[in-house]
């Protein structure tokens, strides 16, 4: 069975705080991928990286950083140097076999106050 | 472009009502996808298609139908809406048939249908 846990159900931070949002996943799969949305007040649900088991690294962009752990099953997102526009839910996503089916963690809600 | 509109914006329906939830793509992707945003819960997998003419059924299908009579649309039908039925309706398509490409299999959102039953 596959499942997604976001144990952050919500998070406030001031500005300028980094702040890390915890995604841990569950999986027989060896092959599958990794994702992290932002849900913005307006409410739509923006792509914000994608991320297959082979590949480890870590990725940087800009301020957001992606920390890949396959020995903990995590994909931990940090954003550096917070902005009150970075204020929304964040969402962790597992996507495994073949039908793109989409495992989503219940989201953390990220404060970020000026 | 456009990407995925999705129609209604909101909606409110009495119960016992029929709706169709309208999902439209310009992406030309082969697959899309239903699911329902609920608090506490994140997004859950109504319906998804693979490729036009085929449909399957997610985490929480029951009370929802679909059809995808073409690449581009994937119309999501309540029969007999139900209160529990309240919730966001999130749109989603993706490309399967990128090979391994950075976006394959990357779901793209639609800007979602707030949904009322009374």
């Known amino acids: 069975a596959q499942k997604v846990t976001q144990a952050q159900t919500e998070i406030s931070v001031v500005e300028k705080e980094d702040v890390t949002l915890d995604c841990v996943y569950e999986?027989?799969?060896?092959?599958?991928?990794l994702f992290w949305y932002k849900q913005p007040p307006s409410g739509e649900l923006v792509f914000l990286i994608r991320?297959?088991?082979?590949?480890?690294q870590n990725e940087i962009s800009g301020r957001y950083s992606w920390n890949f752990q396959k020995s903990t099953s995590s994909f931990n997102f940090t954003i550096t140097a917070s902005q009150v526009v970075d204020s929304a839910v964040y969402f962790c996503?597992?996507?495994?076999?073949?039908?793109?089916?989409?495992?989503f963690g219940s989201g953390t809600k990220l404060n970020v106050k000026p | 472009t456009a990407g995925i509109t999705q129609a209604p914006t909101s909606q409110i329906l009495a119960a016992g009502r029929s709706m169709t939830l309208r999902c439209t793509q310009d992406?030309?992707?082969?697959?899309m996808y239903w699911y329902r945003q609920d608090l506490g819960l994140g997004l859950r997998l109504i319906h998804y298609?693979?490729?036009?003419?085929?449909?399957g059924k997610g985490e929480v299908p029951d009370g929802y139908s679909v059809s995808r009579a073409n690449t581009d649309d994937f119309p999501l039908t309540l029969a007999s809406a139900v209160p529990s039925q309240t919730s966001v309706y999130f749109c989603?398509?993706?490309?399967?048939?990128?090979?391994?490409?950075?976006?394959?299999?990357?779901?793209?959102f639609g800007p979602g249908t707030r949904l009322t039953v009374l």
């Open positions: 996503a597992l996507s495994v076999g073949n039908f793109n089916k989409f495992y």
């Open positions: 999986t027989r799969d060896t092959t599958y991928y």
């Open positions: 992406m030309r992707h082969n697959a």
């Open positions: 298609s693979n490729t036009a003419g085929t449909t």
């Open positions: 989603a398509s993706s490309d399967s048939r990128l090979a391994g490409g950075p976006n394959t299999d990357t779901q793209y």
């Open positions: 991320r297959n088991s082979f590949d480890e």
